[in-house]
């Protein structure tokens, strides 16, 4: 990234294409979220059981400019209205990636605005920035999704230090294999936690991973193996494939609570950041909720549709970073894997 004076101040338009949803939002500093739209390509690999990374490449070209066209007419805007173009540059599928990346580095040539490429985790991280009572600096964030399972403690934006991280499988991850091993279709993850609510609790109690020794991280590929023979064992009772879907949910939301309120207390935070795909489930929301009330914490949740990937959280993302006085250089480049703690700092 590179230091610059923004000649134009105004609205970043977001762009989000890291994987299998194609998001566009447009956020100005000064007035807020304007507009905001997403595309799903759920339907589309539903018939693979599980993302192609060659054809969502394929359905982002199809579906990016006539979103933007959609999204910028939702605000009352056209491009030359645009400050800044902020996009996903990783981690995530190259392909995907690319395709985000080229789109908004020729718009922000043609617009003669800079361009910015975003860390989709810090996106997620940020996310509950957009809400009314935003929380501020320092806090603790949990970062669950299909790819990751992430503590981080926050000293300011950019300002990032890793205290746990997943093994082997992300929560997100572990709900949607767990939902393929019951049949349940794609995508498993919601599927499930809506069979486990009509589960009985406690019928089938599975471990609470690495919860009984020190430390932050997490692992929760035993777990997928816990439940598969339980679901095996248990095949003649019909009761019982909702039943093990409550004993599973219960589990990780368990061992996602264990680990926030570890993380609170070693860093001495009062303050709790939930984010990314598996921040929606309603369980762990009223877990962590009633706990912060118990204990005396805060909880802070982005709304649920900014849950999942999105491109409002690239908007407000870039345009912090673009106020900052931050840009890329017109070479496109993506960044599959790319280490959340190696961002500059924002102010």
């Known amino acids: 990234m ?6 134009k101040q105004g609205p970043v338009l977001g762009i989000e294409t890291s994987c299998d949803e194609t998001g566009v939002a447009v956020f100005d500093p000064a007035r807020g979220l304007l507009a905001h739209a997403l595309y799903s390509q759920i339907r589309m690999h539903a018939e693979y059981g599980g993302v192609v990374p060659e054809l969502a490449s394929r359905d982002h070209v199809r579906k990016l400019l006539p979103l933007i066209r959609q999204t910028l007419q939702q605000g009352g805007l056209s491009t030359r209205d645009l400050g800044g173009v902020a996009y996903t540059a990783g981690p995530g599928l190259v392909g995907a990636l690319l395709v985000g990346a080229s789109c908004a580095r020729a718009l922000a040539w043609a617009l003669d605005v800079p361009a910015i490429g ?4 810090e996106g997620h991280l940020l996310a509950p920035l957009l809400e009314p009572d935003p929380p501020q ?3 603790v964030a949990l970062l669950v999704s299909g790819g990751h399972s992430m503590l981080i403690e926050v000293a300011g934006i950019g300002r990032y230090r890793l205290l746990g991280d997943t093994l082997d499988d992300a929560a997100g991850e572990a709900f949607d294999k767990t939902a393929k091993l019951m049949d349940l279709g794609y995508p498993g993850g919601p599927a499930l936690a809506k069979l486990a609510e009509s589960g009985v609790p406690g019928r089938f109690r599975f471990s609470r991973p690495m919860t009984d020794r020190p430390g932050l991280d ?3 590929s035993g777990l ?3 439940v598969l023979l339980a679901y095996q064992a248990n095949a003649g009772d019909p009761a019982a494939k909702a039943d093990v879907a409550r004993g599973f949910e219960d589990a990780i939301v ?3 609570a264990i680990k926030c ?7 001495g935070s009062g303050r709790l950041v939930v984010a990314g795909g598996v921040g929606a489930n309603r369980k762990l929301r009223a877990q962590l909720t009633a706990a912060g009330e118990h204990e005396g914490f805060r909880v802070f949740f982005p709304r649920l549709e900014f849950c999942t990937d999105n491109g409002a959280m690239i908007a407000l993302a870039g345009a912090l970073r673009l106020q900052a006085g931050l840009h890329d250089g017109l070479a496109i480049k993506v960044a599959p894997r790319w280490d959340l703690e190696s961002l500059p700092a924002v102010g």
């Not at 975003?118 to 985790?121: E, K, L, P, Q, T």
């Open 261 to 267: 309120r570890r993380a609170l207390a070693a860093t």
């Open 2 to 7: 590179q230091n610059q004076t923004i000649a």
């Open 118 to 121: 975003v860390h989709h985790m």
């Open 254 to 256: 368990d061992t996602l």
């Open 224 to 226: 997928k193996t816990q």
């Open 218 to 220: 997490f692992s929760f």
């Open 137 to 139: 600096p320092p806090f």
